[in-house]
């Protein structure tokens, strides 16, 4: 007997969302899109992802990823500004200041449950926030960090020309991607990954399994930071460009609007939501400046009455 | 040597006393029962046992350790498992993953990334063992959630049976169900009893599960021990008659 077989339309779903973003440089344009749209979009579900990891796998909702998001826009910037013009020393810099911090704040918080946590992290949040803002000399304040870019990348035997070549740059960003949904879903199928479930599910039960529940959390805030910190740093090289509202509690908010609208119990709920959100955004925001009350109509109906996000509609179909 | 002693612990929720210098020897392979009107201190103690809550005085000792200060999840690992009055279990995962996990956990896996072959079907066996123990098999894949509240109960002893223990604690394990679910959660539990030599300490509200299994009754009132003894003295006990029984009896 075997109960964690995956249906073969699991498999299938997985292949086609791969062939898709595969393929994306030869139909983004057919449709209406452009290249930096189609970037735009993986680097957001990147972080959308890395959240819900947090969010729809363990069950805590956090209102601050956007500090650790930031961190990797401006650590990936301060670095090719000011140290050394180099891709991925930018971005290993991002990244190792996101997971530095999101330790450190983790260990901070992690016994905190429910409301209190989600806002002690927007809290904590708006500290880099403000930092960024008002330390005008080396962040550039409100105006953001500019005149950097994304260097193209020299491996000795071959140069990828990330900096002029939008599509290179989207393989670059798809690779990233690719890696880290790997490792997080590779982390989900494991021992590891089915104590986060249990903590979702029920924590005194898994307390009283003898999970050392905070720990457990603890790891689980700080992969999910960990990956939104990368997806940082890919924001500001598909950007050239720091831009302080990355750091701001509503960029936050966007990722949970991904999570939830995608549906946060699905894996790849999040890219769904993530591609629903930069496309209407984009849409709407060339046609009318208040494109947020559009946004945020479209969630609400959402959560009103598909409160499984638009995958979990299909879902539904899929079972009916 | 006497698997848990509880020494005169005491619990006090500001002015209320909840338990009052309660003291209980549980010998290994014993199944005990704590019996008492509503509101006697029957849950309190419970809480007091497996570390849910503190005790104001008093002093626990489990296996020969002092674990009167010991967290809920250091008392799971030196073997004290618990079922809670209302069902703990993790509805949105199927009975098959709720037993999995539970049985990793056991197994020292909860921060692995991966485990060998060997280890995933020693993982599947054990889980296959514990469904077929509680007659869960043909539900393996259906959500915890689904099940009905009899089933529910089954699945939540059997995790915390996953964990190994040397003592398991039931709180009211048959309260809120049918004829047929009480009969079928006291069949398992003897079960456990009889075949694995299992020590228990349950809180029950029912009369007929409790002198039909228990080895020993105790008796708490007002968080004060009334009496205990065997089934039959307690049934004989007029201070338990009047103060309890009192009304059934008549």
């Known amino acids: 007997m075997k109960y964690d077989d995956r249906p073969l339309q699991k498999y299938a779903a997985d292949a086609a969302i791969w062939l898709l973003l595969l393929s994306l440089p030869w139909w983004i344009g057919h449709v209406g899109g452009y290249m930096q749209l189609g970037t735009q979009v993986v680097v957001m579900a990147l972080a959308a992802t890395a959240l819900n990891f947090l969010l729809g796998y363990t069950g805590v909702l956090s209102f601050g990823h956007a500090a650790y998001f930031g961190l990797g826009v401006y650590g990936t910037g301060l670095i090719i500004k000011y140290i050394v013009p180099s891709t991925l020393a930018g971005m290993a810099v991002g990244v190792l200041a996101a997971v530095a911090a999101a330790a450190i704040i983790g260990l901070l918080i992690v016994h905190l449950r429910g409301i209190y946590f989600a806002m002690v992290t927007i809290a904590f949040g708006q500290v880099f926030y403000f930092i960024a803002f008002r330390w005008n000399n080396v962040t550039g304040g409100d105006d953001g960090l500019s005149d950097w870019s994304r260097q193209p990348i020299d491996f000795g035997f071959a140069k990828l020309d990330i900096l002029h070549s939008p599509v290179l740059f989207y393989y670059f960003v798809l690779f990233f991607f690719a890696v880290s949904v790997a490792i997080m879903a590779w982390l989900l199928r494991s021992p590891f990954g089915r104590t986060l479930l249990a903590i979702r599910e029920n924590e005194r039960r898994a307390r009283f399994l003898g999970l050392p529940v905070d720990r457990h959390i603890w790891l689980s805030w700080l992969i999910s930071c960990t990956f939104v910190g990368l997806a940082g740093t890919l924001y500001a090289l598909l950007n050239d460009f720091a831009d302080p509202h990355t750091l701001y509690w509503e960029q936050s908010g966007v990722f949970v609007i991904m999570a939830v609208l995608g549906g946060m119990r699905s894996f790849w709920g999040p890219l769904i939501g993530a591609a629903v959100y930069v496309v209407l955004q984009d849409y709407v925001s060339s046609m009318t400046q208040n494109w947020m009350s559009f946004i945020g109509l479209f969630f609400v109906l959402v959560v009103l009455f598909f409160p499984r996000g638009v995958l979990g509609i299909v879902r539904r179909r899929a079972a009916s | ?250």
């Open chain 2, 1 to 250: 040597m006497s698997l848990l002693q509880v020494e005169n612990v005491t619990k006090r929720f500001g002015n209320l006393v909840a338990v009052n210098g309660v003291s209980m020897t549980v010998e290994p392979g014993e199944l005990r029962a704590v019996i008492g009107p509503n509101g006697a201190g029957k849950t309190t103690f419970f809480n007091l046992i497996s570390g849910f809550a503190m005790p104001t005085a008093g002093r626990i000792v489990f296996d020969g350790e002092d674990v009167t200060k010991l967290t809920p999840n250091q008392r799971v690992w030196r073997g004290m498992a618990r079922t809670f009055q209302i069902t703990e279990v993790f509805p949105e995962l199927t009975v098959y993953e709720n037993l999995q996990i539970a049985v990793e956990v056991a197994a020292g896996y909860r921060l692995r990334m991966r485990m060998s072959q060997q280890e995933k079907n020693d993982v599947h066996a054990r889980t296959i063992e514990l469904l077929e123990m509680s007659r869960l098999t043909a539900k393996a894949s259906r959500l915890v959630g689904e099940l009905s509240h009899g089933d529910q109960r089954a699945n939540e002893i059997m995790m915390a049976l996953a964990l190994k223990p040397r003592l398991l604690l039931l709180d009211e394990p048959t309260a809120g169900m049918g004829d047929q679910e009480t009969y079928d959660i006291t069949q398992l539990i003897r079960k456990l009893h009889r075949d694995q030599k299992l020590s228990m300490v349950l809180i029950e509200h029912d009369m007929r599960v409790v002198f039909h299994l228990a080895d020993r009754i105790m008796v708490l009132a007002e968080g004060n021990m009334l009496a205990e003894g065997t089934p039959k003295e307690i049934a004989a006990d007029e201070a338990v008659q009047t103060a309890y029984l009192g009304k059934e009896a008549a």
